[in-house]
């Protein structure tokens, strides 16, 4: 089929490399324009770009979709379908009109819940046992399109956000190949999403990295987790030097009955960076310290900040 790609980040380049591998005309890929990146402030081609070069493809980064310019070139594609992962524009119904087939988006969540920006990093933060990707036609609505096809991935205990994105990432590729086939047929399927269970994925803000040492430990970890590797859940503490940030990628929940001492939450509970909270305890397994460069384990992270249990770290 003649397909026009739109994708951005390193999660929809695997979908991108599927689709030529299955012999698809690719006629042309959409993404994101070039961004600054790196000490230098070089403009970086996004990974999407950067993949749609070494398989010789033609690219188009266009700041807005909703131009009668950007409509036209969209329609000069002739496209048989429109496959989107994660392109980071919004594409009006002039667009999504367009393609013989309709437009199919590669979403990483069981629809209906975690429609939106972020739903790789909500599932992990809420503490969902199951995600998944799913093939939807798009309209006008924010992942409101029907489905027609899930491939179901389990969310094993202390999975973080970057761990889950890896995992969705080539379920998500060989689905879409999947669905390709029978949409050229039309013979593919699609179900109206249910009205009930509907959650939605707001983008991450800044203010929610900031780990409350208040919450429960399990609320705690989640968040850690989600937030892994990026943009990072954070807490500050001086260390003998002033306030520094710390950055925490990997967390775990523990009962209060499984560790040794006890105190206010915030509080070094013993040599293997476990912190009291609200309820419970989390136990800091991976951190990365401001300005320090490489990740260390928590045993690592308690011996060079000369850290003893008792210290507060809030």
């Not at 006008?140 to 389990?154: K, N």
């Not at 029978?182 to 009205?195: N, V």
Request: hydrophobic residues 45%.
């Amino acid at each position: 089929m003649r397909v026009v790609f739109m994708g951005t980040p390193d999660f929809a380049v695997p979908t991108l490399a599927r689709l030529a591998a299955d012999g698809h005309s690719i006629v042309a890929v959409y993404t994101r324009a070039p961004a600054k990146a790196g000490r230098g402030m070089a403009l970086k081609p996004s990974p999407v770009q950067a993949m749609a070069e070494r398989l010789d493809l033609p690219v188009l980064t266009p700041a807005s979709l909703k131009t009668p310019e950007a409509s036209a070139t969209f329609a000069s594609h002739d496209a048989d379908v429109a496959v989107v992962v994660a392109y980071g524009l919004l594409l009006p119904q002039a667009l999504l009109d367009q393609p013989r087939h309709g437009c199919l988006n590669l979403h990483g969540s069981l629809l209906p819940r975690w429609r939106g920006a972020a739903p790789i990093q909500r599932a992990i933060m809420a503490g969902d046992a199951m995600s998944g990707v799913g093939i939807m036609r798009m309209e006008a609505g924010l992942d409101t399109g029907p489905v027609a096809m899930e491939a179901h991935c389990p969310i094993t205990p202390g999975m973080t956000a970057g761990q889950l994105h890896d995992a969705l990432m080539p379920l998500g590729a060989d689905l879409m190949g999947q669905a390709l086939q029978p949409l050229e047929r039309g013979a593919l399927t699609f179900t109206p999403q249910s009205e009930s269970g509907v959650v939605y994925a707001h983008k991450i803000t800044n203010d929610e990295a900031r780990i409350d040492w208040t919450r429960p430990a399990r609320e705690i970890a989640n968040l850690i987790n989600g937030l892994s590797p990026f943009p990072g859940a954070f807490f500050e503490a001086d260390f003998g030097k002033g306030l520094e940030r710390v950055k925490v990628l990997s967390a775990e929940a523990v009962s209060a009955a499984a560790v040794s001492g006890s105190g206010a939450p915030g509080t070094l509970l013993d040599l293997e960076a476990t912190i009291a909270c609200g309820d419970g305890a989390v136990r800091l397994r991976a951190l990365r310290r401001a300005g320090k460069g490489g990740v260390s384990t928590g045993a690592e992270f308690v011996r060079g900040t000369h850290a003893t249990p008792g210290t507060a770290l809030a």
